[in-house]
């Protein structure tokens, strides 16, 4: 059964950079999409971004290119990268596993503050 | 982006009744290869979203038959034939025919 654990910082300021991994275990890494979500009570759950299994990103518009993604197979890892952040960034972020028909990661809640 | 809405926000369920809840999106989520990219999840009290219905009407691994998914279209429906104690938390629909996949704003089921 997958496995995946988020890490990363649980603060970040405002301007700055969130910088989050998400480790799988579990699951083979090269033959499946590898996907972003966020949760946050104004905003409910929000699609960040997908790497698909070529390592090809997807990323939602709304972001207006704040976001970038990539891995690492052989650590069978995925990262996010969201810069300029503000208070609105503020939310639990989820990795999770597929392309739809998601395997959700626990969570990490980040909170932008300065 | 396709917009997802639900009905009802909220349900209060007394143990053993039946309960429905209603997905609509903006558009038809039906993809030229046949299949309706619609899913349903539920989101236990402080724990992350898990699969329940996948595909409008196929169950995830190990979910309980009481639970059902239907509709077509842009039209979709989750049915649980008896409600239990552990089915409480919040129910969303997703959209995952096309980027971004979008959700549906919860539908917090109590008992």
């Known amino acids: 059964q997958v496995q995946l654990q988020e890490s990363g910082p649980g603060l970040v300021k405002p301007s700055e950079t969130l910088s989050l991994t998400c480790t799988v275990s579990?699951?083979?890494?090269?033959?499946?999409?590898w996907t972003w979500i966020r949760q946050s009570p104004g905003k409910g759950l929000e699609w960040i971004g997908s790497?698909?299994?070529?390592?090809?990103?997807n990323y939602n518009p709304s972001f207006n290119n704040r976001v970038s993604m990539s891995r690492d197979t052989s650590k069978s890892q995925f990262s996010l990268r969201l810069t300029s952040v503000t208070v609105a960034d503020t939310a639990i972020y989820y990795c999770a596993r597929g392309r739809g028909t998601y395997s959700w990661g626990r969570g990490i809640l980040v909170t932008v503050s300065s | 982006d396709v917009v997802m809405t639900q009905s009802p926000l909220s349900l209060s369920v007394t143990p053993g009744e039946p309960a429905s809840i209603s997905c609509r999106s903006s558009?038809?989520?039906?993809?030229?290869?046949?299949?309706?990219?619609l899913d349903w999840y539920l989101q236990r009290p402080g724990q992350s979203p898990q699969l329940l219905i996948f595909?409008?009407?196929n169950r995830a691994s190990g979910v309980p038959d009481r639970f059902s998914g239907s509709g077509s279209g842009a039209d979709f429906t989750l049915e649980i034939s008896r409600v239990e104690a552990e089915d409480v938390g919040v129910y969303f629909c997703m959209q995952s025919l096309q980027t971004p996949h979008t959700f549906g704003q919860g539908t917090r089921l109590d008992i």
């Open positions: 579990g699951s083979s890494f090269t033959i499946f999409y």
């Open positions: 558009q038809s989520l039906l993809h030229d290869n046949r299949h309706t990219y």
């Open positions: 790497l698909s299994d070529t390592g090809t990103p």
């Open positions: 595909l409008t009407s």
